[in-house]
């Protein structure tokens, strides 16, 4: 995603509104398929037992006039991940409402930054520091206008493509680069309709219904990400399959 306007980056920068409660939503639990391959394939040879738990940061901006917004997939599918685990966001630790749980036995956190996008990095920063997370181990889920409408893309690094708030992650995160990023499409404004303005237009329910079927895909990936590995993950995110009814 490019950089937003300055416009936007002063707005995204005004004091906290309340949280706004996530949708209810339809959603499966884990498979007992995945899950009882989780003891054989999550924990490294030699670890002792203990493990790291897989990170799951989704970015957006906090408070009601924010929700489903373009700019909020990441709150979203951080939403629909622990619905679909049981795994509740009660806990406000480092300026991020988070949950812990598992999936199978693999321990996992998830985290929606409270700081509004352009700071996120100040809250993901903290809790890779004070969890000692690999970098491997921290998926951030975002917005890219850049990627066609309710497309997926896995990647295990790179740069932030003009997101703020990737940007503010890879500040702080030491210019370290090499942490896994899951990309949700929105699709790029019409017209010549400033980008700062469509990122925080609102979904009509069709495409909210399309992007539903995204955010099952996305639940999935990170299903496989925890019990088999990041490669098997961006395999199913990344390779095109046709629907199956």
Not at 143 to 157: C, G, H, I, S, T
Not at 186 to 212: C, H, S, W, Y
Not at 232 to 242: G, L, M, R, Y
Request: charged share 20%; proline share 7%; with cysteine.
């Amino acid at each position: 995603m490019r950089l937003l306007s300055g416009a936007l980056a002063s707005r995204l920068h005004s004091p906290l509104l309340p949280l706004a409660r996530a949708r209810p939503r339809c959603v499966p639990r884990s498979s007992s398929a995945l899950a009882c391959r989780a003891s054989s394939s999550a924990a490294p040879a030699g670890d002792g037992g203990a493990r790291k738990p897989w990170l799951f940061v989704g970015l957006g901006n906090p408070g009601k006039m924010y929700q489903r917004t373009r700019h909020n997939v990441g709150f979203e599918m951080i939403d629909v991940i622990a619905e679909a685990e049981g795994i509740s966001l009660s806990s406000m630790q480092f300026k991020a409402m988070v949950g812990k749980g598992r999936i199978g036995d693999v321990p996992i956190m998830l985290a929606k930054p409270q700081t509004f996008m352009n700071a996120s990095g100040e809250s993901v920063g903290q809790l890779v520091s004070y969890y000692k997370i690999p970098h491997n181990q921290v998926l951030v889920m975002y917005d890219d206008l850049d990627l066609p409408f309710a497309k997926l893309r896995l990647l295990p690094k790179g740069g932030h493509g003009g997101h703020n708030g990737m940007r503010s992650i890879i500040n702080h995160l030491k210019q370290n680069r090499e942490f896994p990023r899951l990309r949700i499409g929105i699709g790029r404004p019409p017209g010549k309709m400033d980008p700062a303005n469509f990122v925080l237009r609102p979904f009509t329910k069709k495409e909210q219904e399309e992007l539903d079927f995204t955010f099952h895909r996305g639940l999935e990936a990170v299903r496989i990400m925890s019990l088999e590995g990041f490669n098997k993950s961006a395999t199913f995110v990344n390779t095109a399959q046709s629907l199956k009814c």
